[in-house]
């Protein structure tokens, strides 16, 4: 439900501090009190950490295939994304960064 | 603070003007530098604590959260967010632990009020597997509200 309402947002700084929220909703959940991922200097270094992060990349990915179009401004366009040597509109497109998501998978069990 | 009680605050829309069609709640200048935690926000509950049912009949609008660092864990001055960090020609992201701005869309919450003035509460809740636990966890500088036409 409240992945439908993320990805129905036309706007992307709308989009951006709600999905900024849900990340953070699973770090407080599943780190807990004590736990690794809900500290920033450890969060990596519990596994789930990597599927999280999958899982909102691809939510990125889903938002800009439904919003094809947004409206971004220049400085956000132009911000330096240190240590990488790349601007924020050097990473719009996951394709030109050499991957992609399913959009949809089936499968169906083969006869023996 | 482990638990914020504004002081009464007034709708902006007056009587026989068309009805806000969305109302934000903004948190500005929200410290992330200690635990994480999640931030349950009521209106007219200024009893609320951690083990207020998070509906609409108690006055539950809505929450943020925040996914602290923890402390720090560099050497002296590593987590000192530096001075003057509106520099317009720095196109680098913002230190990481700049407060942050936490905007809360409470539109129906606010649409249920029944009187022209109200609170809001906030409640820091870390979760935990003994059930939640409230905390001293939540800095901020100022509350905004905004509602639009």
């Known amino acids: 439900m409240e992945v439908e309402q993320l990805l129905a947002l036309p706007d992307f700084f709308t989009f951006s501090r709600r999905i900024e929220d849900l990340h953070g909703a699973v770090h407080v959940y599943v780190g807990g009190r004590a736990g690794h991922m809900s500290q920033v200097p450890l969060a990596a270094y519990d596994p789930i950490f990597w599927a999280h992060h999958a899982m909102i990349d691809r939510l990125w990915r889903m938002w800009e295939l439904r919003h094809p179009a947004p409206s971004f401004t220049t400085d956000f366009l132009n911000t330096a994304l240190r240590p990488f040597p790349l601007t924020v509109a050097q990473t719009l497109s996951v394709r030109a960064l050499g991957y992609d998501y399913a959009s949809a998978s089936i499968s169906v069990r083969v006869p023996v | ?149």
């Open chain 2, 1 to 149: 603070m482990d638990r914020y009680v504004s002081e009464e605050l007034e709708l902006p829309a007056s009587e026989g003007q068309p009805p806000f069609t969305r109302a934000d709640l903004i948190f500005h200048e929200v410290d992330h530098s200690g635990e994480s935690f999640e931030a349950r926000i009521f209106l007219n509950a200024p009893d609320a604590d951690e083990h207020t049912p998070t509906t609409s009949e108690t006055g539950f609008a809505g929450y943020f959260y925040i996914f602290g660092h923890g402390g720090c864990a560099g050497e002296e001055g590593h987590c000192e967010v530096p001075e003057n960090p509106d520099d317009t020609d720095d196109l680098r992201l913002a230190h990481p632990l700049r407060p942050a701005t936490k905007p809360v869309v409470v539109t129906e919450a606010l649409r249920a009020l029944t009187e022209a003035r109200f609170t809001v509460t906030v409640v820091p809740v870390m979760p935990g597997a003994e059930g939640p636990r409230r905390g001293d966890l939540l800095f901020f500088e100022e509350l905004e509200l905004v509602t639009y036409d």
